[in-house]
């Protein structure tokens, strides 16, 4: 079946540093794929997403590239801000038309003035 | 309304109550999604709506669970005799036909005495 794994947390960054969020999947065919962030005290977002090999999805300064090859899609972001504290969830959707989502147990990133 | 909404946003029961979680999709959304989040985990789906049917219903854990959905309207889901396993965020995502990402509610909060 399919499975996301992703980097555990909790992720204790300095503002302005730089951040990874390592992801990687498994999955049968050709997936979408997803990072949803749930800020403090609210409801999941979408961040960004990607839906063939070699995209780039980004959003608020964040970005990450669907690989094929390496199965993974690293989140990064080159100067984190407090504002940028939340979990950050990884995720793929397969099969068009039941695009259930298959999630990583998600990775708490706290920001640090 | 402008987001998916859900109601309860929290409820309390007694083990072996029968409980009810309604979702509100955007308006014009055909696909439904149920998913759960226990403490500490990542999300699990449950069950998949498109229209009133449930093409997917893999994800709902035991026969205690039901859900039914109203056209392309309300959705409710349903825990029977509920146990202590069960307490976790019940959220509810809907999106458009064919389309990859999904809108999140804010959860019903379940907790299960």
């Known amino acids: 079946g399919n499975s996301v794994t992703q980097m555990e947390g909790p992720v204790t960054l300095s503002e302005e540093a730089f951040l990874t969020i390592n992801c990687t999947y498994t999955?049968?065919?050709?997936?979408?794929l997803f990072w949803y962030v749930q800020y403090p005290g609210e409801g999941l977002q979408l961040l960004l997403k990607a839906t063939k090999a070699d995209d780039k999805g980004s959003n608020k300064g964040f970005e990450a590239t669907y690989r094929k090859e390496t199965t993974s899609f690293h989140l990064e972001k080159g100067s984190v801000q407090v504002s940028d504290s939340a979990v950050y969830f990884c995720?793929?959707?397969?099969?068009?038309?039941?695009?259930?989502?298959?999630f990583g147990t998600g990775t708490r990133l706290t920001i640090i003035p | 309304g402008a987001g998916v909404s859900q109601s309860p946003s929290n409820k309390v029961t007694e083990k072996g109550k029968d409980v009810e979680l309604r979702c509100d999709p955007i308006s014009g959304h055909t696909a439904l999604y149920w998913y759960r989040q226990r403490l500490g985990q990542g999300l699990e789906f449950l069950i998949y709506?498109?229209?009133?049917?449930?093409?997917?219903k893999s994800g709902l854990p035991s026969d205690r669970f039901s859900a039914e959905r109203t056209g392309e309207s309300v959705s409710t889901l349903t825990i029977q005799r509920t146990q202590q396993e069960d307490s976790a965020v019940y959220l509810c995502?809907?999106?458009?036909?064919?389309?990859?990402?999904?809108?999140f509610g804010p959860g019903t909060r379940l907790t299960v005495l």
């Open positions: 995720a793929l959707s397969e099969n068009f038309g039941n695009e259930k989502l298959t």
């Open positions: 999955a049968t065919g050709y997936p979408s």
């Open positions: 995502a809907s999106s458009p036909r064919n389309r990859g990402a999904q809108f």
């Open positions: 709506f498109q229209g009133n049917s449930a093409p997917d």
